[in-house]
T-cell receptor
């Protein structure tokens, strides 16, 4: 069945470092792909999304490109801040009500 | 914000008591979801609804029931709470682009 795999973490970086969180998926057809972020004590917030191959989602300096040839949707940011410390979830949606999340990657950014 | 509220935000109850959690949306979306989030398990789908009085089970539905008598409200009931149901519960809605938006969560402790 459809699934999402992402690096488990935790990931610890210094402020202004480059961030990559890997996400790969297994799916039939043409799913939509998402990154969500969860700050401590809060619900998940949509960070960015892409609905078809080669689409790039971007928000708040984060980017991810829907790569059908490598079945990937890696999250990147050029210069992380302490305020980016959170848990990041990759997710996949298809066929209307179907939605699956990765296990989440905890990011800690040190000043 | 996507216009989703959950109540209560925190609840402590005793084993064997019934508990009802409420999710309310102001967006008039058809699909609504209940998830639980536990360390080491990520997000797991409990039940979802695809319209008034139309609901279906998710992967961890045992011990839970739901009701949707109005588009805006989706109730999750634990008929007889157990300690294994201590968790953080999130409600979500899905828009017509397959994007899910989450409520702030309810932290439930069953003693």
């Amino acid at each position: 069945g459809n699934s999402v795999t992402q690096m488990e973490g935790p990931v610890t970086l210094s402020e202004e470092a480059f961030l990559t969180i890997n996400c790969t998926y297994t799916a039939t057809g043409y799913p939509s792909l998402f990154w969500y972020v969860q700050y401590p004590g809060e619900g998940l917030q949509l960070l960015l999304k892409a609905t078809k191959a080669d689409d790039k989602g971007s928000n708040k300096g984060f980017e991810a490109t829907y790569r059908k040839e490598t079945t990937s949707f890696h999250l990147e940011k050029g210069s992380v801040q302490v305020s980016d410390s959170a848990v990041y979830f990759c997710a996949l949606a298809w066929g209307g009500q179907n939605f699956v999340f990765g296990p989440g990657t905890r990011l800690s950014v040190l000043p | 914000d996507a216009g989703i509220t959950q109540s209560p935000r925190h609840k402590v109850t005793e084993t064997g008591t019934p508990v009802t959690l409420r999710c309310h949306q102001t967006e008039n979306h058809r699909y609504m979801y209940w998830y639980r989030q536990d360390p080491g398990h990520g997000l797991r789908l409990i039940h979802y609804s695809y319209g008034v009085k139309d609901t279906d089970k998710g992967e961890v539905s045992d011990g839970y029931s739901v009701s949707r008598s109005k588009t805006e409200d989706f109730l999750l009931t634990l008929e007889s709470a157990t300690s294994s149901q201590t968790s953080v519960y999130f409600c979500a809605i899905r828009d017509n682009t397959d994007t899910q938006y989450f409520g702030p969560g309810t932290r439930l402790t069953v003693l």
